[in-house]
């Protein structure tokens, strides 16, 4: 046998040495070498496809004041012509120097290079040509090349490839029926293939054994520096059965892209240094301006802004004046000179504003550009070192000078929220010194999720009409902006020592708000009035005339001359962090209060009164400053079931049916589409999803197209085109998914319009009854037909989690009746509280280092989600037949889990491969490579040699599953509930995770597949939980008791 091994395995290197390229570099065709001129310049040119040029070698010292890439149509090179970005992008800044780089340049706009005569390095300036290529007439540019069908010779293999690049194959509409046992995409040399091929990696880079594919569109690459030029065919090849599925044939005299791997361009900027970790800042100087490139890990909306110091002697935000730039997730990338005359929101021209915004200055950043690269965001600019502006500071170029920075949010109306990040001491740099880059490249330094604190709520009864209003903290990211998912500047109102409470009144009632939020109104950092509007931004004296009269004032806002001014301006009082602010590590907001002090100036509250004369939505808001405050709701009494019902239906639909006493469908059709509305009593996060049944002759799921709707707690609803081809969560395209995770779908979801009415939420939609998308069912019109529909919660990442509701027998509509409106007035069925189950711990001592793992019910609203805080897939991890206990387990002691949740991965729903790790979320596979660099994996995955993951603890399923209704609402112990389950297995074996801890800490169980299914492990050196002190202590207190029992029963003895 070890002969054989021996034998196979240099058969095997002999293979692969047939297959290393011998070949010189392929950089697409050839056009010409550039002539030289002036400046040095020299370098090769070749058409990587019809709008790129590859010009290798490319030199240029970069002295010339205003060269540019320049092409034309004229018979020579000459003025007439348009610049070609440069190799970044960039067609603002002049050319740099270069010095033998290989680099790729693309024609402006949607041109060819059939469109021009020639490529030139060109000064305008002095309209001079430093050297020049000339495009040769009826040139023929490389592009794709079309490999017409797979041969079909087994397990249903057909699918057209296509050559993209000289490495690149994509494979459109691929079917293979995943049955082969050892089955990968192969290539060789040769006039048919054979078993001396060689493996490519599969679309995820993997060179495991293929799985199915039904009609997908995959890109393959060839591995190392293997070429089609090096090859006569691909096919798909089983190495174990030596089987042939199918093939296609490489031709000779390719003329294809070349494969230009994406590498991260060289600086423009002669300077570079990193603020912190997240953030550096690069520049070169001119003659009398300076270039700035910003560049950092910052989310869409999150700002870098830089600039010189508000003081010569240390580094301070307040005069500071600085540029702040931000992606805001559209094209227009943004860079925007601002001045920081105060530390608050700009209001007036005063705290952090725009220049444009402060009386006397002006915007003096020009050229800007921009970039997204490997997540990083860069935003150059230019600035004049002197411009003249009075509120801009002069940077000098002759001494070191302190600068100041942060990085903070957007907020939605485009100025800057209160930075999250700043230097923690002074910052000094030379902006004239020789050039140095002294930054490290980015490494990824993402924050784990938290969880946001609970949405508190005030009764104002009769008992309770007095609320005392000051400002606090905003809480990071647990509170204000996760609460009402709205930016935040960093502090917010408190009410009655509460973090913005939704405060309950009722109509008629009278309300005292003593408000302590400042009066001195020469600081603005400290001066926030206290009024009640329906403006859920606040800051009105921020807004134009315009805006005023969108949004109306209650109390604590009076006119003079048509002038307003606040009425409700006490003291200033601030809950304060008492050191570093505590809110990541502060699981509730009472932990957090906890970590705050009060601290008040001298002076008097101020005291407003309000007596709400109609129900409806208002806000409490700070008069000078947004995003403070949050809502009042008024309602005529507290019962929870309303006297006035309200109507399910609204007149722009002509149809109504409820589905059940919570949620109605609503529709109008049109000549070629449908209007849909589902309105419900559901919550902020809750999903009403409604379609077309996966059958015709049934109410089905799987096979449904729907779509899902929900408020997250924004204006911005969202009304989402959802493929329900598994029943499992979405992971790859498989399960409940978004049409756009789905290969060959798209999201056909339009005209989307919600509002909230007395608790009611209502989400409007159009569709086309015939889309065209292969994904999508068409909605008949002439007859009756089987719908779908289903209530559930949304997970913390924007995808449905199980539903909690759906029909209990088949649901049939005719969307082309006659207009019949068939919905009832909702009634509130709030359901009442219940309590959750205690948190079950299981303790891995001497004696117990074994676990069984399974999967089970979730137990409802008393189980997982109340356990852990997050929203539950319907199923999670039971241990020892309890539902996600907490492990407590022993470093450095062998453990053993038997793991039973599924090992047919061809079934989604019951695939749930067990392993350990330190992400609370779980679902590794679901995980983008960025995202997996953010977590450990200590147990159950492995990877293969092309750094693919796979699962290693995948045994046959087990499920407590219900042995009728679920019956979690009425159990009011994990036990009792138990009891109503039984345990359902597939045949098969388990699988064996062995695991042995290294360290102390909070480790997670979690499914492979799926997110929000596991929970705790935590890890400690021994289960020892008294010190000496707690023993003593317990030893006095024992001998009291005995005391007490003596001189309680001394007669008796």
């Known amino acids: 046998m070890a002969s054989h091994s021996l034998l196979f395995l240099v058969c095997c290197f002999a293979t692969v040495s047939e297959f290393i390229s011998t070949a010189s570099p392929y950089h697409g065709k050839p056009i010409a070498d550039l002539t030289t001129f002036d400046h040095g310049v020299s370098g ?10 590859r010009i290798v070698g490319f030199n240029y010292d970069g002295a010339a004041p205003d060269a540019f890439f320049w092409v034309g149509s004229t018979n020579s090179p000459s003025s007439t012509g348009v610049i070609v970005p440069d190799e970044r992008g960039s067609v603002s800044t002049p050319l740099r120097g270069y010095s033998n780089r290989d680099i790729t340049i693309t024609l402006p706009g949607e041109s060819t290079i059939s469109d021009y ?28 090349h079309d490999l017409g069908e797979f041969s079909r010779l087994a397990h249903g293999l057909r699918g057209h490839p296509y050559i993209v690049d000289a490495k690149t194959f994509r494979i459109e509409n691929l079917h ?52 089609v030029f090096d090859i006569d065919w691909l096919s798909m090849w089983c190495v174990l059965a030596v089987q042939n599925f199918g093939h296609v044939f490489i031709p000779d005299n390719l003329n294809i892209p070349p494969h230009i791997e994406d590498t991260e361009p060289e600086e423009m900027y002669e300077n570079c240094e990193a603020m912190n970790d997240k953030f550096h800042v690069s520049w070169t100087v001119g003659s009398d301006y300076i270039d700035l490139e910003l560049s950092g890990q910052v989310d869409t909306g999150e700002y870098m802004a830089f600039g010189i110091s508000g003081s010569d002697s240390r580094t301070a935000m307040i005069g500071a004046d600085v540029t702040v730039t931000w992606n805001d997730g559209t094209e227009s990338t943004k860079a925007v000179d601002y001045d920081l005359n105060a530390y ?48 801009d500071k002069i940077i000098r170029t002759d001494r070191e000078v302190y600068v100041a920075w942060a990085l903070g949010y957007i907020n939605s109306n485009g100025v800057v929220a209160k930075h999250h990040t700043v230097p923690t001491s002074g910052v000094k740099l030379h902006f004239g010194r020789q050039a140095s880059n002294n930054c490290p490249a980015f490494t990824r330094t993402t924050l784990p999720p938290v969880r946001a604190w609970d949405q508190i709520r005030i009764r104002g009864d009769e008992g309770n009409t007095e609320f005392t209003a000051r400002i606090g903290q905003a809480g990071g990211r647990r509170g204000y902006s996760a609460i009402t998912g709205q930016v935040s500047w960093g502090i917010a109102w408190y009410i009655n020592e509460k973090l913005i409470p939704i405060l309950e009144l009722l109509v008629g009632h009278n309300y005292t708000f003593i408000v302590e939020g400042g009066d001195d109104d020469s600081n603005t950092a400290q001066y926030h009035p206290f009024y009640i509007t329906d403006d859920p931004i606040g800051g009105y004296i921020q807004k134009s005339t315009a805006e005023r009269q969108d949004v109306e004032v209650f109390a604590g806002v009076e006119f003079d001359n048509g002038q307003p001014y606040p009425t409700a301006a006490g003291r200033y009082c601030e809950y304060e962090s008492k050191g570093v602010d505590r809110s990541e590590e502060s699981e509730t907001f009472d932990d957090y209060f906890k970590t705050l002090r009060l601290n008040c100036k001298e002076g008097d509250p101020a005291v407003l009164r309000w007596t709400p004369t109609k129900t409806g939505t208002y806000y409490y808001q700070c008069y000078t400053h947004q995003y403070l405050g949050w809502k009042i709701e008024v309602v005529d009494n507290f019962p929870a079931v309303s006297e006035g019902p309200t109507t399910g239906f609204t007149e722009m639909y002509e149809n109504c049916e409820a589905m059940n006493d919570k949620y109605h469908v609503s529709w109008t059709v049109g000549s070629d589409y449908i209007d849909l509305e589902l309105s419900g009593q559901v919550d902020t996060g809750e999903y009403m999803a409604f379609g077309i049944s996966g059958s015709d002759s049934r109410t089905a799921m799987i096979g449904a197209d729907v779509t899902v709707t929900w408020n997250d707690g924004t204006e911005n609803m969202k009304a989402v085109d959802y493929d329900l081809n598994a029943y499992s969560q979405c992971r790859q395209g498989f399960g409940a998914c978004p049409d756009t995770e789905v290969s060959g779908a798209r999201d056909d979801v339009s005209n989307i319009q919600s509002m909230i009415e007395n608790g009611i939420v209502r989400i409007g939609f159009r569709r086309l009854l015939n889309t065209g998308d292969s994904k999508d069912k068409i909605i008949r019109t002439d007859r009756e037909v089987y719908v779908a529909w289903a209530l559930g919660y949304i997970n913390s990442n924007g995808v449905v989690a199980k539903h909690h509701t759906v029909p209990t027998s088949g649901v049939k509509l005719h969307f082309g009746r006659q207009a019949l409106n068939n919905c009832p007035a909702f009634t509130s069925t709030t359901l009442p509280p219940v309590r959750a189950w205690d948190q079950i711990r299981i303790r891995g001592d001497e004696g117990n280092t074994g676990f069984t793992a399974r999967i089970g019910s979730a137990g409802g609203r008393r189980g997982y989600s109340a356990i852990t805080g997050q929203k539950s897939a319907g199923i999670a991890w039971y241990i020892n037949g309890k539902l996600i206990p907490i492990l407590e387990l022993l470093v450095g002691h062998n453990y053993t889990f038997i793991v039973e949740g599924g090992d047919d991965d061809r079934n989604t729903a019951q695939y749930h491969p067990f392993y350990i790790t330190d992400d609370p979320i779980g679902g590794y596979i679901q995980k983008s490579t960025a995202e997996r660099q953010d977590v450990q994996v200590f147990a159950g995955v492995e990877f293969d040699d092309g750094g693919q993951p796979y699962p290693t603890a995948a045994g046959r399923y087990c499920e407590y599953e219900s042995k009728g209704v679920d019956r979690s609402e009425e159990s009011e112990t994990f036990d009792d509930y138990f009891k109503t389950l039984r345990l359902n297995c597939t045949e098969g074996d388990p699988a064996v995770l062995r695991w042995t801890p290294t360290k102390t800490g909070t480790y997670y169980y979690q499914s492979y597949t799926h997110p929000y299914l596991g929970w705790k492990i935590e890890v400690v050196d021994n289960f020892v939980s008294a010190s000496h002190g707690l023993k003593a202590g317990l030893t006095v207190t024992c001998i009291l008791l005995l005391c007490t029992l003596f001189y309680t029963h001394k007669d008796n003895l």
């Open 44 to 53: 090769t040119v070749y058409a990587v496809d019809s709008r790129r040029l």
């Open 344 to 391: 608050s929101q700009c209001s007036q021209g005063s705290g952090a504003c725009p220049d444009t915004e402060v009386s006397g200055a002006r915007d003096d950043v020009s050229n800007i550009q921009s970039m997204i690269e490997n997540g990083i965001v860069r935003i150059g600019f230019r600035r004049l070192l002197n411009t003249g502006d009075s509120k």
């Open 176 to 227: 293979y029926d995943g049955n082969g046992p050892d089955a990968y995409f192969w290539v060789g040399t040769g006039s048919r293939p054979h078993r001396n091929g060689i493996k490519v990696p599969d679309e995820n880079g993997s060179t495991r054994p293929l799985r199915g594919y039904n009609g997908q569109t995959v890109s393959i690459q060839l591995a190392g520096d293997l070429t």
């Open 117 to 144: 005569k020639w490529l030139s390095v060109w000064c305008r300036r002095f309209t001079v040509d430093f050297g020049h290529v000339y495009f040769p007439g009826g040139f023929i540019a490389p592009s794709e």
